[in-house]
């Protein structure tokens, strides 16, 4: 039986105006845009709460589990004591595998891997590096297997090899080029919509500029 051409035009309705009202989108454009203003742990933990409370009303989706592991990362870098960076480390790893088991073989979620486990190694660098650095530098080469043109796997790659010694298969030499890499690509990167992942460029810039820098200083 042919479905009336009113009724066609009344579902087309209805599902336009379902999308309109979904308050998934403007909830996650406004808590990114806390997530990328945040300076502290207090900011931080706000964006992660409101990410977590998204996730939960959301599970199919793995874009708030994503970001709520990044604020945790963030978090773990700007905490002084160890056991309370472990915990927070630990809590950006779980959250990190609830979003690989949504979206699978994602570019973005191996680079989040990767960086989750810098920050695990930075708290005991001289203990923890050289049982999980090749682990981390596999993470970010499996980011860019996945999308060549993610500029974050190769610029968290270069500050990889920048935080181990060249005798460890790191250092300057090593790590440029995959920094001048992360900034080419920046430079035409156009993340899939307004709410996926979009960080890093002006960090890279300012990497660029201090490793550059430092080389081009001369004894005096």
């Known amino acids: 039986m042919r479905r009336p051409v009113h009724s066609i035009l009344l579902l087309t309705i209805h599902i336009c105006t379902l999308s309109q009202t979904d308050p ?4 996650m454009k406004e808590t990114i845009r806390d997530m990328n203003h945040a300076n502290s742990i207090g900011d931080y933990q706000y964006a992660a ?32 004591d160890g056991n309370q960076r472990d915990n ?30 810098q920050a695990f190694m930075n708290i005991e660098p001289m203990i923890r590096g050289m ?7 596999e993470m970010f080469k499996r980011a860019s297997s996945l999308n060549p043109e993610n ?9 990889q090899l920048l935080n181990i010694p060249p005798f460890m298969g790191g250092g300057k030499e090593k790590a440029l080029p995959l920094l001048e890499k992360a900034i ?7 993340p899939e ?16 500029d201090e490793v550059t820098r430092s080389e081009n200083q001369q004894p005096e």
Not at 54 to 66: E, G
Not at 93 to 113: G, H, M, Q, R, W
């Open 151 to 159: 500029p974050r796997s190769y610029l968290w790659h270069s500050v």
């Open 49 to 80: 709460n409101t990410f977590e409370r998204i996730a939960n009303a959301r599970p199919d989706q793995w874009l708030p589990f994503y970001y709520c592991s990044y604020c945790y990362v963030q978090i773990s870098f700007l905490t002084g």
């Open 131 to 137: 049982k999980y650095n090749s682990k981390c530098i």
């Open 184 to 190: 080419r690509c920046f430079a035409s990167f156009k």
């Open 88 to 117: 927070y480390v630990g809590r950006a790893d779980e959250l990190i595998s609830k979003a690989d088991t949504i979206c699978p073989d994602n570019s973005e979620i191996y680079v989040l891997k990767g960086f989750i486990l």
């Open 24 to 27: 998934y989108l403007p909830a």
């Open 193 to 208: 919509d307004e709410i996926s992942p979009d960080w890093g460029n002006s960090y890279a810039l300012k990497k660029w």
